[in-house]
């Protein structure tokens, strides 16, 4: 089973600064990661898959980078809307599909 | 696409609930759907899958007691011998292929197993 390691488990940050998410997989995955943002209540929100490619609608200031094993999302100034728990999943190589422990951005 | 989940309930547990998802605006048969949950205050834990071929797949948390299943426009998870930790929001999502993500979800259904 791959296992996703996200770091930090929470970010405090105020609106307009940078964010910098990361997502360690145990092992290499290629680019095969999505990220996904979950506000109370609600289902995910897929925003980047294949590591770097952006959902339509999604801000430019969103944006995915890595490969192999170690992956970023950054969100280039925090907007007050952005402020929610983040998940990164893998698709390389399942059953299991797996998800990272997630981090809330505050 | 459209995504609707029902079924979730308060059960005791060893008891038994069927979940229904609701799809449309996509043929299910060309996509791989999946159960996702979420236990209170926790993260995402992927169940079960059926391929687009209809094959399926679970965790190993659920093996042996859930069965996922499909009809015409329709997801299904079986689930017997509840436990408490199996209470948990239950989403379904669908995928396009084996490397794909999670493009569509539902909203989520509440599964309580409780005494």
């Known amino acids: 089973e791959i296992v996703l390691t996200q770091s930090p488990a929470t970010l405090s940050l105020s609106p307009g600064e940078r964010a910098t998410l990361s997502c360690r997989a145990s092992?290499?995955?290629?680019?095969?990661i999505a990220w996904y943002q979950q506000k109370p209540g609600q289902a995910p929100r897929l925003l980047i898959y294949a590591a770097t490619t952006r959902v339509t609608g999604i801000p430019a200031r969103f944006s995915g980078s890595g490969f192999g094993t170690d992956f970023t999302l950054t969100i280039s100034s925090l907007q007050s809307e952005d402020f929610s728990f983040y998940y990164c999943?893998?698709?390389?190589?399942?059953?299991?599909?797996?998800f990272g422990g997630g981090t809330k951005l505050e | 696409v459209q995504l609707v989940e029902s079924g979730g309930d308060l059960v005791q547990p060893g008891e038994s609930l069927r979940l229904s998802c609701a799809v449309s605006g996509l043929s299910i048969r060309d996509h791989y759907l999946s159960w996702v949950r979420q236990a209170p205050g926790k993260g995402l834990e992927w169940v079960a899958v059926?391929?687009?071929?209809?094959s399926t797949d679970s965790a190993d948390s659920v093996k042996g007691r859930f069965t996922i299943s499909r009809d015409n426009g329709n997801l299904y998870l079986q689930m017997n011998s509840l436990r408490q930790e199996d209470t948990a929001v239950y989403f379904c999502?669908?995928?396009?292929?084996?490397?794909?993500?999670?493009?569509?979800w539902g909203q989520g259904t509440q599964v309580t197993v409780s005494s």
């Open positions: 092992e290499a995955i290629g680019n095969n």
């Open positions: 999502a669908t995928q396009r292929g084996y490397f794909s993500p999670f493009d569509y």
């Open positions: 999943q893998q698709s390389s190589d399942w059953p299991p599909l797996t």
């Open positions: 059926v391929y687009s071929g209809g």
